[in-house]
């Protein structure tokens, strides 16, 4: 079955810097648009960042400059390396993938990772 496993999140101070990874099983990894979201409290989910298979990226405007999406297809992994973190960044943030088909749109989610920037 397919499987997304968030790591990386923790407690981190204003200004400090995080790195999230997502390893991904069950899926045609180098096929997939691969994803960044979060959720805040009180909040609708957000993309964060995301990349497609030919290696394009996009970026929410809060982030510009400051995240970085990356993957590695032969480890089937996709990173959010996060810098110079504010406290509105604090949030859940998840691993998503998703493909378009001729079927139909396959969308996957990890369980999360928690994110507090603090001091």
């Known amino acids: 079955q397919v499987q997304l496993v968030e790591s990386g999140g923790g407690l981190v101070q204003p200004g400090g810097s995080l790195r999230l990874s997502c390893a991904a099983s069950?899926?045609?990894?180098?096929?997939?648009?691969m994803g960044w979201y979060r959720q805040a409290p009180g909040k609708q989910r957000e993309l964060v960042a995301s990349?497609?298979?030919?290696?394009?990226?996009r970026y929410a405007d809060s982030v510009k400059g400051r995240f970085t999406i990356s993957r590695d297809n032969a480890k089937t992994t996709v990173y959010l390396e996060m810098n110079r973190l504010k406290p509105e960044d604090t949030a859940v943030y998840y691993c998503?993938?998703?493909?378009?088909?001729?079927?139909?749109?396959?969308?996957?989610w990890g369980q999360g990772t928690q994110v507090t920037v603090s001091s």
């Open positions: 069950g899926i045609i990894f180098s096929i997939y648009t």
């Open positions: 998503n993938a998703d493909i378009p088909t001729s079927t139909g749109r396959y969308v996957y």
């Open positions: 990349t497609t298979s030919g290696g394009g990226t």
